[in-house]
């Protein structure tokens, strides 16, 4: 594979070491391809230049939204270059032509998505804790003069610990968002914390920082843009439900040790 001076770097010398570093990702989106080539075919479908096309462009709306340079770390960090961005590129674009006619967009759709994208929003910050003990000591600092930013850095087990807990600002018909949660911001006063709100294994504390902001934009206004997002929202929710079937059918005969003690697929694997 490469010399180095004189001595010779072979494959089965950074084989264990690749393997490790992202073997189960790449093994992980290689069943899924496979996957998605039988699924086209079995339904008479293809993935065609258009369709590629189509996921590029959706690809370079969600980098003209954020930082490009974020995105790029993002994308680094995963591992992913030109050839697995393209390989993603062709699994999204598969995915979607298989789940299209199961979309179906109906008018309180569009009006939730406006409700999310337009509607009042709520400056937050969270911290999430592991135990229902551990919350309440949480709260009784708070309660105790300690500001909730200092504590959520020192304390919250959240990506958003490093941000004093500060979250994107939540629409309480962001389904995104568990309906608990939202409905503790609905009721909160600026600058209070909740009681310990339960989700899933984890116990979450919530601080409203400010009144919540809202649009002056119509629904007529925007309609159509909001029935493209629905539309894209309701894909990318049955894209990823069939993506997790598929892998859930696989059946991975482990040849390699190496790759079977890294692999932590969702498909089914025999020794």
Do not use: C
């Amino acid at each position: 594979m490469a010399i180095i001076d004189t001595t010779p770097i072979r494959q089965e010398d950074l084989w264990p070491a690749l393997i490790e570093l992202g073997g189960h990702e790449v093994l992980e989106d290689y069943v899924l391809t496979l996957s998605l080539t039988d699924a086209l075919r079995n339904h008479g479908l293809e993935v065609l230049q258009i369709d590629i096309e189509t996921e590029e462009r959706v690809f370079s709306t969600i980098a003209s939204e954020i930082d490009i340079g974020a995105l790029n770390q993002l994308l680094e960090d995963k591992g992913i270059g030109d050839v697995r961005k393209s390989q993603l590129i062709w699994r999204n674009a598969a995915l979607r032509k298989l789940v299209k006619h199961q979309v179906s967009i109906n008018d309180e759709a569009v009006q939730r998505m406006f409700s999310i994208i337009h509607g009042p929003t709520y400056p937050t910050r969270i911290i999430v804790v592991s135990t229902l003990d551990e919350a309440n000591t949480v709260i009784s600092t708070i309660q105790g003069g300690e500001a909730f930013s200092d504590i959520a850095i020192e304390k919250s087990i959240d990506a958003s610990a490093s941000r004093g807990g500060r979250v994107n600002p939540i629409s309480t018909s962001d389904p995104v968002w568990p309906s608990p949660i939202r409905e503790q911001i609905s009721i909160l006063q600026v600058n209070t914390i909740s009681n310990p709100v339960l989700i899933g294994d984890r116990w979450v504390i919530i601080q409203v920082t400010d009144s919540p902001t809202t649009s002056d934009v119509e629904f007529g206004e925007v309609e159509p843009e909001m029935r493209r997002l629905a539309t894209y929202a309701q894909e990318r929710f049955l894209m990823e439900t069939l993506a997790r079937s598929l892998l859930s059918k696989s059946t991975i005969k482990f040849i390699d040790v190496d790759l079977r003690r890294t692999s932590r697929t969702n498909t089914n694997s025999t020794k």
